[in-house]
């Protein structure tokens, strides 16, 4: 059972940016893509970024292309989700995953969520 912590939330004004981290444990970290969602108030949850096991690929959903970077250090069982240029919009609480398929990652049915961490962005 991989258990996932997200850290880095927090109120950020437009423009801004924060670097999210997600830390796993129970688990061998480096066995499992990684991936970063985002859910605001009355929306769907919506995948923004994956990672395989390596790190060597990584996709992005187009929104966030250019804005967002994911990466991950395997010796800190860590994935980290840098975000720049934030918008209001942002604004959700976000999410990591867990799988051993970087497909089903994106397909937004991983086998392992992290409980979220809210970020806001001010106007």
């Known amino acids: 059972q991989v258990q996932l912590v997200e850290s880095g939330g927090g109120l950020v004004q437009a423009g801004g940016s924060l670097r999210l981290s997600c830390t796993a444990s129970?688990?061998?970290?480096?066995?499992?893509?990684m991936g970063w969602f985002r859910q605001a108030p009355g929306k769907e949850r919506e995948f923004l970024a994956g990672?395989?096991?390596?790190?060597?690929?990584?996709y992005y959903t187009d929104f966030v292309k250019g804005r967002f970077t994911c990466s991950r250090d395997n010796a800190k069982n860590t994935v980290y989700l840098q975000m720049n240029s934030l918008k209001p919009e942002d604004t959700a609480v976000y999410l990591c995953a867990a799988d051993t398929s970087l497909v089903t990652i994106k397909g937004g049915t991983p086998d392992y969520w992290g409980q979220g961490t809210q970020v806001t962005v001010s106007s």
């Open positions: 990672i395989n096991w390596s790190g060597s690929s990584s």
């Open positions: 129970g688990g061998t970290f480096s066995r499992y893509s």
